[in-house]
Structures are given as structure tokens and as C-alpha cells.
């Protein structure tokens, strides 16, 4: 705004003539002085002494701010609040469900572990009378199982109905009509299992497996086994039989057997003395051979007998003699031990025979 003290324009309407007073309106001041004296300096604005217009309408609107931001304020605090209360409710009821998972996901894990635990432990089982006893086996059929002397995998079938007025396997066939090879319980429950059709088991003194003793040349180490009847009652037995077989078996560490480079190390005896140079699971009893030399699935394709490799990777020859004629085993011998890095065990099975000849 542009004044001048001594020329000024004024409203008409607003100007009042005294004799010694004029009164000017500008804007929100009032400017009073004498015609004739000078006119009084401007007063300069100050928030404190000058009261505006304005003042009314703005200490309003404050008291109003005031209220909303102390209303803000409370909305603030109560989502807070409401965040945190329902914050640690959402945080515990997680944890509470992850724990009840984890509790779950455990029981499932610890009910998997204890299946898979018995059926290990059955498939380990060596007979079916361990099947039952030890692991409450009572369901008839077919059963993976181990061998008693060579410890290989095999099934088995176990009829755990108890016979007690049948003795023999003729009664079992003829009366009722049970025709599968396993395992059956004649003569009541304490009777026990008894393997139809009949089978006639001719024990020895070392069926379990056992270490050769270390030495270099062919043969040089031998073992005799010890019948548990006598060698006449044996053959009585064989020949009234229609097939017998018996279980031999060599492992070995860098130990030759039968056919390395032309050099023969192991070899089995007949029951007549007869020395034998194939292996168990030879059907065509060609000398130099063991069972993979007759299936063409050695450790090494050239060679006959997997222990032939004379590596130092630990393995094995294993199968049935079944040669009627030959038959019990009398007497096992190795050689190709005398390095401090080659060794072998050999394991010799029961005589079996069954059927009527």
C-alpha cells in the first residue's frame, strides 16, 4: 500500500473533516492526528500490541486442531494397540500350529521308522519260527528271509495254521491237499515247523563261516568237517533220495581260487576222497568254474571265479553242489594267503535231501 503525508487519496465516504482532527481509514488501522501538526510516525506492526482481524477465526480453528490431533492421537494408540495384542495372539497361535506340525511330522517320522524297523528286522529273520516268535508273524504266505548258514537272501513260505492231527507230509497232502513247498506246523504247536515236501537236513560241526588259516601254496590250508551220523546212515540216505544238494561258499581279500593264469589254488573233496575243482552253482560241473564263470557275470568278465580277480576288493563264490554221487563235501582247501593283504573264509552248508528215489 502507497501513502504520502503529504498528498494522499482517501474514500470520499470515509473521510471526516474537524477543525482539528482527521481520521483516515487504512486497511485495518486507523491513523489519527491534528490537521496542522506533523503527522506521527507509522506504527509498525507488532502481533503482540495489534490486535487483527483474523485473530478470532484462527484461535478457533486451533482449538479444533487441538481436538483432532488429540483425537488422531487416540486412534493412533488404539491401532498400536490393536496390532500388538493381536500381533503376540497371531505369533504364539503360529507357534502353537508349527509346533503341532513339527509334533506330527515327528509321530509320522518315528511310525515310518518303527515300520521300516520290522520289516528289516523280518526281512533278517532266518526261519519261520523266528517270524513268529520274535516278530509276531502269524499270516500265511511268502517271506523274505536269510539263510541260516549263508546268510543269502531267499523266500520262504510259512503256513502258520497249526496241524495237530498230522505228522508227516503225506497226511498234509493227502488229507488236505496242501501241495506248496514250505514250511508247515505238524503235530500241534510244539511240534514245529517242519519243511514238506520232506526234507532229510544232515548237519556238521562247522557250518558257520571261518577263517582260512594264511599260507601261499595250492591247497595249503584244508578243513575236514565232522557228520553228525555216521558216513554209512549218510549214504543210506542219499540213495533213498531223489535230489540232495549241499551249500559251499568262499570270501576272500586277494586270495586266488581256481583259475588264475592256469594256476588252481582251492579245491573240495568228494565223500570218496575225490578231488573237485568247480564250484557251488556249477549245474554243468566244468572244472575251473564257478557260479559267475558259468553265468558270465564275474567281477572281471575273463576271468572264472570272482576271487580269481586277486585284486584287493573283498568278494566272493557261492552256490549248491548237487551232484548225488559226489556228495557230502569231505573236506575244503586254499591256498594264495600268505601275503599280509590276502585272506578268505569259507563256509560249508548242511547235506539236504529230499524226495523218494
Same mark, same amino acid.
Given at each position: ?5 503529504h498528498?494522499? /487519496? ?6 471526516? *473533516?474537524?477543525a482539528?482532527? =482527521? $481520521?483516515? %481509514? ?21 502481533s ?8 478470532? %477465526?484462527n484461535? &478457533?480453528?486451533?482449538?479444533?486442531n487441538?481436538?483432532?490431533?488429540? @483425537?488422531?492421537s487416540?486412534?493412533?494408540?488404539f491401532? =498400536? ?17 508349527i ?11 518315528e511310525?515310518r ?14 526261519s519261520?519260527?523266528e ?10 504266505? /511268502?517271506?523274505?528271509?536269510?539263510? %541260516?548258514?549263508?546268510? &543269502?537272501?531267499r523266500y ?8 495237530? !492231527? @498230522?505228522?508227516?507230509? #503225506?497226511?498234509l ?12 506246523l505238524?503235530?500241534?504247536? $510244539?511240534?514245529g515247523?517242519?519243511?514238506?515236501? &520232506?526234507? $532229510?537236513? @544232515?548237519?556238521?560241526d ?13 591247497d595249503?590250508?584244508?578243513?575236514? %568237517? ?5 558216513t !554209512?546212515k ?5 540213495n533213498?533220495?531223489? *535230489? ?8 576272500c ?7 588264475? #593264469?592256469?594256476?588252481r ?14 564250484w ?22 575273463? *576271468?572264472?571265479c ?9 568278494? *566272493?563264490d ?23 593283504t590276502?585272506?578268505?573264509? /569259507?563256509?560249508?552248508?548242511?547235506l539236504?535231501c529230499s524226495?523218494?528215489a
Open positions: 500500500m502507497s501513502y504520502s503525508w498528498h494522499y /487519496h482517501a474514500n470520499e465516504e470515509c473521510r471526516r *473533516q474537524s482539528d482532527i =482527521v $481520521t483516515l %481509514p487504512m486497511d485495518d488501522y486507523e491513523i489519527t492526528y491534528q490537521r496542522d501538526s506533523a503527522p506521527p510516525e507509522r506504527p509498525r506492526s507488532n503482540k500490541e495489534v490486535s487483527r482481524t483474523t485473530s478470532t %477465526p484461535g &478457533a480453528i486451533s482449538k479444533v487441538g481436538k483432532l490431533r488429540i @483425537i488422531f487416540l486412534l493412533v494408540v491401532f =498400536v494397540v490393536t496390532l500388538a495384542v493381536f500381533g503376540v495372539q497371531f505369533h504364539w497361535t503360529s507357534r502353537l500350529n509346533q503341532d506340525i513339527e509334533l506330527r511330522e515327528l509321530l509320522v517320522d511310525t521308522t518303527l515300520k521300516r524297523n520290522l520289516i528289516n528286522s523280518a526281512a533278517g529273520s532266518r519261520c519260527s517270524l513268529r516268535d520274535s516278530h509276531g508273524v502269524s499270516a500265511t504266505g /511268502h517271506y523274505w528271509t536269510r539263510d %541260516p548258514f549263508s546268510g &543269502a537272501g520262504i513260505y510259512c503256513n502258520f495254521q497249526v496241524y495237530s !492231527d @498230522i505228522f508227516t507230509c #503225506a497226511e497232502s493227502s488229507r488236505y491237499n496242501e501241495s506248496e513247498y514250505g514250511y508247515y505238524l503235530g500241534g504247536a $510244539t511240534g515247523f517242519r519243511y514238506c515236501p &520232506a526234507v $532229510t537236513e @544232515i548237519w556238521h562247522s557250518m558257520d563261516e571261518r577263517k582260512a588259516t594264511d599260507c601261499e601254496a595250492p595249503c590250508y584244508s578243513h575236514v %568237517p565232522q557228520y553228525s551220523i555216521s !554209512d549218510i549214504l543210506k540216505i542219499i533213498g533220495s531223489k *535230489q540232495c544238494r549241499q551249500y559251499i561258499k568262499f570270501r581279500i586277494g586270495a586266488m581260487l581256481l583259475n588264475h #593264469a592256469g594256476t589254488f582251492g579245491s573240495w573233496s568228494s565223500r570218496n576222497g575225490e578231488l573237485m575243482t568247480y557251488g552253482g556249477v549245474p554243468s560241473r566244468r572244472p575251473g568254474l564257478c557260479a559267475c564263470g558259468e553265468r558270465g557275470s564275474c567281477f572281471y568278465k575273463n *576271468q572264472s570272482n576271487c580269481d580277480n586277486n585284486s584287493l576288493n573283498m568278494t *566272493q557261492e552256490g549248491y553242489l548237487t551232484d548225488k554221487s559226489k556228495l557230502p563235501v569231505s573236506k575244503m582247501a586254499f591256498g594264495d594267503m600268505g601275503d599280509s590276502e585272506s578268505g573264509w /569259507h563256509t560249508l552248508g548242511k539236504e524226495g523218494a
